[in-house]
């Protein structure tokens, strides 16, 4: 390259020295050097307009010929053209690969800006949702989808779990969405068809609901007869009495077992909601000390950190249902000596209910299965300190019906704390509140309170 340079800037000099020694001789030095330089910028503007017109035939024609530095700008631009496409080329056939990839998945993907607007989908995408090209290109994805659930979540940005929603073009076909963000917060969209799973989903709540009601009949009449039996277990001989005992208990946990699978099947099915009212902390908390006065030993303490007229916005036995099972986990598995404290912490972002004990602790390794039904970590537990397994799976479904979510921390045979993080549109501080919650449970509660109170103090899961 520095040759060339060289090589042109010599030729220029050499060609301005002849010229000024035949000025000097003819007498006509400055005429004669200005021509030159004249013939050398038209010379140079003559090469630029043949670059200029090579480049707007976009460079598919051979490059003019020219010598000198031209020449080796032509050769130059034109090497860098060629590997250009090239390169374009590789990006098509590898863009075109990953296109009919994409399009033969049996799962929708769609890929939509920032704003939503539609930008490409593939073919299963356009038949679960009924998409047509070009008529929905451009289009937002919540015109095409017009389901309240998927505004709220796609509005929202509340990517964290995966949607379920029916078809907009398929009857009687379940979707799940799943969406993440990428580049400068487009969207990438993922659709499944998942209606064999949402339909066994469906038998299985079917059957637990079914079965705990079918279950709840013949239950009653054997308690009704053990009742009857345990009048009159004076007269009978000491080992029919342990055994009238013994039955007795078991089905009394059994009722308490159906109460709590009736419950969760009523909040997994949403049959049967509560309507969502401004509820006063301190009155759900009284009703909470009330129940766990029984259970509490002379070696365990129990403290509530309540601040004064705080209000969460939700339905009332169950937000009872979900803070007394963890009050109620607590005492039963903190040791001899165990303080556990209750308390409310609100900010400006979220209201947080916290249950902290001095217990056994749990293994880091289980915390994610804890809100499982039935899931006990001691396998080897017995049935007197082992619960019925739904306490922690009943808090799971009542904060989602919140908008809340459940934080566990945990060290074995350090402690334990539950959390329950509710958004800040759910709670409030003010005292110009008290006057549209005044009772939460009040003192003469209907029986389902009362019921719901008794399957709580049964249904505690560990911790």
Same mark, same amino acid.
């Given at each position: 390259?520095?040759?060339?340079?060289?090589?042109?800037?010599? #030729?220029?000099?050499?060609?301005?020295?002849?010229?000024?020694?035949?000025?000097?001789?003819?007498?006509?030095?400055?005429?004669?050097?200005?021509?030159?330089?004249?013939?050398?910028?038209?010379?140079?503007?003559?090469?630029?307009?043949?670059?200029?017109?090579?480049?707007?035939?976009?460079?598919?024609?051979?490059?003019?010929?020219?010598?000198?530095?031209?020449?080796?700008?032509?050769?130059? @631009?034109?090497?860098?053209?060629?590997?250009?496409?090239?390169?374009?080329?590789?990006?098509?056939?590898?863009? !075109?690969?990953?296109?009919?990839?994409?399009?033969?998945?049996?799962?929708?993907?769609?890929?939509?800006?920032?704003?939503?607007?539609?930008?490409?989908?593939? !073919?299963?995408?356009?038949?679960?949702?009924?998409?047509?090209?070009?008529?929905?290109?451009?289009?937002?994805?919540?015109?095409?989808?017009?389901?309240?659930?998927?505004?709220?979540?796609?509005?929202?940005?509340?990517?964290?779990?995966?949607? @379920?929603?029916?078809?907009?073009?398929? *009857?009687?076909?379940?979707?799940? @969405?799943?969406?993440?963000?990428?580049?400068? !917060?487009?969207?990438?969209?993922?659709?499944?068809?998942?209606?064999?799973?949402?339909?066994?989903?469906?038998?299985?709540?079917?059957?637990?609901?079914?079965?705990?009601?079918?279950?709840?009949t013949p239950l009653t009449v054997i308690k009704g007869y053990l009742e009857t039996l345990t009048m009159?277990?004076?007269?009978?001989?000491?080992?029919?009495?342990?055994?009238?005992?013994?039955?007795?208990?078991?089905?009394?946990?059994?009722?308490?077992?159906?109460?709590?699978?009736?419950?969760?099947?009523?909040?997994?099915?949403?049959?049967?909601? +509560?309507?969502?009212?401004?509820?006063?902390? *301190?009155?759900?908390?009284?009703?909470?000390?009330?129940?766990?006065?029984?259970?509490? #030993?002379?070696?365990?303490?129990?403290?509530?950190?309540?601040?004064?007229?705080?209000?969460?916005?939700?339905?009332?036995? *169950?937000?009872?249902?979900?803070?007394?099972?963890?009050?109620?986990?607590?005492?039963?598995?903190?040791?001899?000596?165990?303080?556990?404290?209750?308390?409310?912490?609100?900010?400006?972002?979220?209201?947080?209910?916290?249950?902290?004990?001095?217990?056994?602790?749990?293994?880091?390794?289980?915390?994610?299965?804890?809100?499982?039904?039935?899931?006990?970590?001691?396998?080897?537990?017995?049935?007197?300190?082992?619960?019925?397994?739904?306490?922690?799976?009943?808090?799971?479904?009542?904060?989602?019906?919140?908008?809340?979510?459940?934080?566990?921390?945990?060290?074995?045979?350090?402690?334990?704390?539950?959390?329950?993080?509710?958004? !800040?549109?759910? @709670?409030?501080? +003010?005292?110009?509140?008290?006057?549209?919650?005044?009772?939460?449970?009040?003192?003469?509660?209907?029986?389902?309170? *009362? +019921?719901?109170?008794?399957?709580?103090?049964?249904?505690?899961?560990?911790?």
């Amino acid at each position: 390259m520095k040759k060339i340079w060289q090589r042109a800037f010599l #030729t220029w000099i050499t060609g301005l020295a002849a010229v000024l020694a035949i000025g000097f001789v003819l007498g006509q030095t400055l005429a004669l050097a200005l021509l030159y330089t004249l013939g050398t910028l038209y010379w140079q503007l003559y090469q630029l307009y043949q670059f200029h017109s090579w480049l707007r035939r976009s460079g598919k024609a051979a490059p003019p010929e020219a010598a000198g530095i031209w020449g080796e700008i032509f050769d130059a @631009v034109y090497r860098l053209q060629k590997k250009q496409r090239k390169s374009k080329r590789r990006m098509r056939q590898a863009l !075109n690969r990953i296109e009919n990839s994409t399009a033969a998945l049996k799962e929708g993907v769609i890929m939509a800006d920032s704003n939503g607007n539609l930008e490409w989908w593939n !073919n299963s995408a356009g038949l679960l949702l009924g998409l047509q090209r070009p008529t929905d290109r451009g289009q937002p994805i919540t015109n095409i989808l017009r389901n309240p659930e998927f505004f709220k979540y796609f509005s929202q940005k509340r990517f964290g779990e995966p949607l @379920v929603i029916k078809s907009p073009s398929k *009857e009687g076909v379940y979707l799940e @969405v799943q969406t993440t963000l990428y580049d400068q !917060n487009d969207h990438l969209i993922f659709i499944r068809d998942v209606t064999r799973l949402y339909l066994l989903e469906q038998m299985r709540k079917d059957f637990v609901a079914n079965a705990s009601h079918e279950l709840k009949t013949p239950l009653t009449v054997i308690k009704g007869y053990l009742e009857t039996l345990t009048m009159f277990k004076d007269n009978l001989p000491a080992s029919m009495q342990r055994g009238i005992v013994n039955m007795s208990d078991q089905s009394e946990r059994m009722e308490h077992l159906i109460e709590d699978l009736l419950l969760l099947s009523r909040l997994e099915t949403n049959d049967k909601r +509560e309507n969502h009212q401004w509820l006063k902390l *301190e009155e759900i908390c009284e009703h909470i000390r009330k129940t766990a006065d029984p259970m509490l #030993t002379e070696q365990h303490s129990l403290s509530f950190v309540i601040p004064d007229n705080s209000y969460v916005y939700g339905a009332a036995n *169950e937000l009872y249902s979900a803070f007394s099972n963890l009050v109620l986990n607590a005492i039963k598995y903190s040791p001899e000596g165990g303080h556990i404290k209750v308390q409310w912490v609100q900010n400006e972002f979220s209201g947080v209910f916290s249950v902290e004990d001095e217990g056994m602790g749990i293994d880091p390794r289980h915390i994610p299965r804890l809100t499982e039904r039935f899931f006990r970590v001691d396998k080897g537990r017995g049935s007197n300190t082992g619960g019925t397994g739904l306490g922690l799976a009943i808090v799971k479904h009542v904060l989602i019906h919140h908008s809340a979510k459940l934080q566990i921390r945990s060290q074995p045979n350090v402690g334990s704390t539950f959390a329950c993080h509710f958004p !800040n549109d759910r @709670v409030r501080q +003010e005292a110009i509140l008290s006057t549209v919650a005044s009772e939460v449970i009040p003192e003469d509660a209907p029986s389902d309170v *009362e +019921e719901s109170a008794k399957t709580s103090q049964a249904s505690t899961t560990e911790s």
